[in-house]
């Protein structure tokens, strides 16, 4: 069965930097959509960034696009998510999440969709203060 767990989180001030790792287990690592959703307090859940295990190939949304970065380590089956240039807004609860075995193409935002991602890691708390 698939698991995750994600680490790392902790509290920063405006314009500093964290990784955030998210270790999975149970599945073959490299067929798979993963994803970083996050949800700030008082607002719904939202996919921030996603990679292709397969391929490598990455997404941003706008508004973490060149101040985020997500990558991976196929040979620890592990997903990061290094944060730098933090603001308060950044501030949330962050989530590591994962379609097994996609067979669709990769389009995202619209293939797959973030509502697709069906497999979810506990979450981790980040805080960035001004």
């Known amino acids: 069965q698939l698991q995750l767990v994600e680490s790392g989180g902790g509290s920063v001030q405006a314009g500093g930097s964290l990784r955030l790792s998210c270790a999975a287990s149970g599945y073959n690592y490299a067929m798979n959509c993963m994803a970083w959703f996050r949800q700030a307090p008082g607002k719904g859940r939202e996919g921030v960034a996603s990679?292709?295990?397969?391929?490598?190939?990455?997404y941003y949304v706008d508004s973490v696009k060149g101040r985020f970065t997500i990558s991976q380590d196929n040979a620890k089956n592990t997903m990061y998510l290094q944060m730098n240039s933090l603001k308060p807004e950044d501030t949330a609860i962050y989530y590591c999440?994962?379609?097994?075995?996609?067979?669709?193409?990769?389009?995202?935002?619209?293939?797959?969709?973030?509502?697709?991602?069906?497999?979810w890691g506990q979450g981790i708390q980040v805080t960035v203060s001004s």
């Open positions: 999440a994962a379609i097994p075995h996609w067979g669709g193409s990769w389009d995202p935002p619209f293939t797959p969709l973030w509502d697709e991602y069906n497999y």
């Open positions: 990679i292709y295990t397969g391929s490598g190939s990455t």
